[in-house]
């Protein structure tokens, strides 16, 4: 007898009328009209069921402290940051554990499983080190979430940051962060890149590094990071993230770069919530979009995945813990609304996110744990198109979440109806 049984699911792979089994938190078949009785039985009705989606990229330790102490007015990157330096002597390890869980349940109900988020470990309290491995830990029955120590002031800019990194490290935060575009040079923020790599190579650890967030061309340090991701063999483990200058570089050196990332195995990630929101700003018209070079990356056979970065904090007002809804902005910015570019976009908010952040037990295949989520769309293109609602959010065989489909009851003369958003689909010509 299995566990929970969906019935008459389409995969992102395009196979449709697909069952799928579940017993001891595992998937144990898929195949079409799977015989056998289950604890529960959910019917697709040819809905997409989906891996979990992943975020690669995100601030925990800031998320949903919109207006503490004060409104950002301009919706800028320079106030936020200085209200970011305003608000961390007033925080404290149970307020940021009470936003972390209730941003958690969101994440969960949005079919959000496993989360990377930077932490600020430049005040020498290391608070927020504290409370984010206190949530970790609470939250690690219904999500996973991966905890950088992001030296956010600068590794070399801010005193006592070094010794404030490896001492939040050995607290026990998971992957090595840094910043390199924010040191006072060219020549610190490449020493910089250097110094970290060297000390997750000894430590054994990731590298995920705020990279190039910036509008200025010249800003060039994911090219020392894939050198030097080469130089200490961390191949497949190091991530850069941002990358927002390669969108005003020339095309010359852009192709000699993309081919360096490609050579060095370095994931990207690109947040195009806040990149479009925060870069460009200083630009009249043509403004800039701001996004690194998402398909010229992805034709390169780079890794390219998008996070969402930032929910209502100090440099980011919106935000709802939609990954669909990152991958909706994605699309538009890039541009990739080819059918290739859309189906990619999907993949970018799913299991390149799980390469990224190194999720090994992840994905639709039989023995893989049974974790997943039921969309209310045809397949992948629709579900960004819609943003579609998660109906189940499955973890390791336990339903976390439900809700029923989204429709609209219509008392129009005549044209009475119940409307279904996701019953709008192209059809073929002929």
């Known amino acids: 007898m299995f566990d929970l049984l969906v019935a008459g699911a389409t995969l992102p792979d395009g196979r449709t009328g697909m069952d799928v089994a579940v017993k001891d938190g595992r998937i ?18 040819g809905r997409l069921l989906s891996p979990p989606f992943v975020d690669p990229h995100f601030h925990m330790d800031a998320t949903l ?5 004060r409104m950002n007015r301009s919706g800028t990157l320079l106030e936020g940051i200085a209200l970011w330096g305003e608000l961390k002597p007033l925080l404290t390890v149970e307020a940021m554990v009470e936003r972390g869980l209730r941003y958690c349940d969101l ?10 988020s930077h932490v600020d470990v430049s005040d020498p309290t290391l608070r927020t080190a504290e409370a984010m491995i206190e949530l970790r830990e609470r939250v690690r029955p219904y999500l996973e979430l991966q905890l950088v120590a992001f030296p956010q002031d600068g590794y070399y800019r801010s005193p006592g940051a070094v010794a404030l990194l490896a001492r939040s490290l050995d607290m026990g935060l998971d992957v090595v962060g840094g910043i390199p575009h924010f040191e006072r040079t060219m020549a610190d923020g490449a020493a910089s890149v250097e110094a970290l790599c060297r000390l997750a190579a000894e430590r054994g650890l990731p590298v995920d590094l705020h990279c190039d967030e910036s509008d200025d061309p010249l800003s060039r340090h994911v090219e020392t990071l894939a050198a030097e991701t080469v130089r200490h063999g961390l191949q497949g483990r190091v991530v850069g993230s941002h990358l927002t200058s390669m969108h005003s570089m020339d095309n010359y050196y852009a192709s000699k770069l993309i081919a360096l990332i490609g050579e060095a195995g370095l994931h990207v990630v690109a947040n195009p919530l806040i990149n479009i929101t925060l ?12 996004m690194t070079r998402v398909p010229e990356l992805m034709a390169a056979g780079v890794n390219v995945v998008f996070g969402h970065d930032c929910v209502m904090d100090p440099w980011y007002a919106l935000g709802s813990g939609d990954m669909l809804e990152v991958a909706h902005m ?5 541009p990739m609304t080819s059918r290739e570019g859309l189906r990619a976009a999907f993949d970018a908010v799913t299991v390149n996110g799980a390469r990224a952040i ?13 974790s997943f989520v039921l969309l209310q769309a045809a397949d992948p293109i629709e579900a960004i198109r819609l943003k579609a609602r998660r109906l189940l959010v499955v973890r390791e065989g336990k339903v976390l979440a439900r809700a029923e489909p989204q429709t609209s009851r219509l008392s129009i003369p005549g044209r009475e109806s119940v409307v279904d958003p996701s019953s709008y689909v192209p059809r073929a010509a002929g």
Do not use: M
Not at 65 to 69: D, E, I, K, M, V
Not at 330 to 334: C, D, F, K, Q, S
Not at 358 to 370: E, Q, R
């Open 28 to 45: 144990a078949a898929i195949a079409p009209r799977i015989e056998g009785e289950a604890g529960e039985r959910v019917e697709a009705h």
């Open 65 to 69: 402290s919109l207006g503490l102490p």
């Open 107 to 116: 994440a969960v109900s949005q079919g959000l499983l496993s989360i990377r």
């Open 279 to 290: 870069q460009g700003r200083h630009d009249t018209y043509p403004k800039r979009r701001g």
């Open 330 to 334: 994605a699309v538009h910015i890039a």
């Open 358 to 370: 190194g999720l090994t037990d992840y994905g639709l295949a039989v023995g893989s744990a049974a």
